[in-house]
């Protein structure tokens, strides 16, 4: 069965750091682009990043662009966002999942940028 489950989110101060996990199963991780996903309450899920599957080339949404940076270890089946200068309209939880999508979603990671 197909198993997204994210963690390291957490409440950080503007301009704080914080570096994201997926661990990923059920699936031949290699074969897949990875991609991160943020959802904040009553609004639909926003696409955020994504690594293709060798993990030599990335895209990333405006809004991130230049602080935030996707990896991941296909040895370990685990993909990675690290996000650096958190603002407070970064708070959102936040999701990874392959591309195309694979069912279900995790649970996600709740991110808090606040003073």
């Known amino acids: 069965q197909v198993q997204f489950v994210e963690s390291g989110g957490g409440s950080v101060r503007p301009g704080e750091s914080l570096r994201l996990s997926c661990a990923a199963s059920?699936?031949?991780?290699?074969?897949?682009?990875m991609r991160w996903y943020l959802q904040a309450p009553g609004k639909e899920r926003e696409w955020l990043a994504t690594?293709?599957?060798?993990?030599?080339?990335?895209a990333y949404a405006d809004s991130v662009k230049g602080r935030v940076t996707i990896s991941r270890e296909n040895d370990k089946n685990m993909v990675y966002l690290q996000m650096e200068n958190l603002k407070p309209e970064d708070t959102d939880v936040y999701y990874c999942?392959?591309?195309?999508?694979?069912?279900?979603w995790g649970q996600g990671t709740q991110v808090t940028v606040s003073t």
């Open positions: 059920g699936f031949t991780f290699s074969d897949f682009a």
């Open positions: 999942n392959r591309f195309p999508p694979g069912q279900p």
């Open positions: 690594i293709t599957r060798p993990g030599t080339s990335s």
